[in-house]
């Protein structure tokens, strides 16, 4: 606990305040996990993905609860462990744990705190995979002529582009050119708790790209 005092109340007072509103990394003795957590996502907040900090956020409130009241620099590794063994047995998979170790490593490594990556706790057991996918021509049979023919044909015809890829998609981003038509895949949309997000950007810089628009998807659009 932290003693302040001035010559008047109102010095003392406006000190408190300067102190509560300092930045969480002026207070990292009494640090939480969740306090750690919250503020890495803060310092992230508006130089990721919308789908991407909405994780993080799920995460943050959701997975490893076990520690969120636990001081970060009292953090050991069994109480990890333990956390890592509650949601497990709340059926929690290995893949959905393996992503709530690795953001605690990174919100700890931003205050110097370093604790082992996913790989050296033990997890739940990897689920085998639920038979195998149809092949491809089967699927674009299936798709021609239906209500989701077009973007399914986007999605997998043009240049592998991802569903919030295709969801972002307007007719100016259709381009001629002397080599055929193309489109400008520069765009996102994507739903997050019932609203949609648009960004004018992709998920990462090598995502912004031209790929060749065929005359069948053309014709379709």
Same mark, same amino acid.
């Not at 709340?90 to 992503?99: A, F």
């Given at each position: 606990m932290?003693?302040i005092?001035?010559?008047t109340e ?13 930045p969480?990394? +002026?207070r990292?003795?009494?640090?939480t ?6 503020? +890495?996502?803060?310092?992230?907040? %508006?130089?990721i ?15 490893l609860?076990?520690? %969120? ?11 990890i ?19 709530a170790?690795?953001?605690l %490593?990174?919100?700890?490594?931003l ?14 057991p ?10 491809l021509?089967?699927v674009?049979?299936t798709?021609?002529g239906?209500?989701v023919?077009l973007?399914c044909?986007?999605?997998v ?14 007719y ?12 400008k895949?520069?765009?996102s ?14 998920k ?13 998807l053309?014709?379709l659009?």
């Amino acid at each position: 606990m932290k003693s302040i005092s001035a010559n008047t109340e109102w010095e003392a007072l406006k000190l408190a305040s300067e102190f509560t509103d300092s930045p969480p990394e +002026f207070r990292i003795d009494d640090m939480t996990v969740k306090e750690a957590l919250d503020s +890495f996502i803060d310092s992230r907040r %508006h130089v990721i993905a919308p789908s991407t900090l909405y994780g993080y956020e799920s995460i943050a409130k959701n997975r490893l609860t076990y520690l %969120h009241n636990i001081p970060i620099k009292k953090l050991k590794r069994v109480d990890i462990q333990f956390a890592i063994n509650a949601d497990a047995e709340r059926g929690l998979s290995h893949k959905t744990m393996k992503q709530a170790i690795g953001l605690l %490593h990174s919100a700890l490594a931003l205050f110097d705190i370093n604790i082992p990556n996913a790989g050296s706790f033990r997890l739940p057991p990897k689920k085998p995979p639920k038979g195998d996918l149809p092949d491809l021509p089967l699927v674009i049979r299936t798709l021609i002529g239906s209500s989701v023919e077009l973007p399914c044909l986007l999605a997998v015809w043009c240049g592998g582009m991802r569903i919030s890829e295709v969801r972002g998609l307007q007719y100016q981003d259709i381009v001629e050119t002397k080599d055929g038509y193309f489109l400008k895949v520069h765009r996102s949309r994507i739903c997050l708790n019932g609203h949609d997000y648009v960004t004018e950007r992709n998920k990462t810089p090598k995502s912004t790209r031209d790929v060749p628009l065929p005359a069948y998807l053309l014709d379709l659009i």
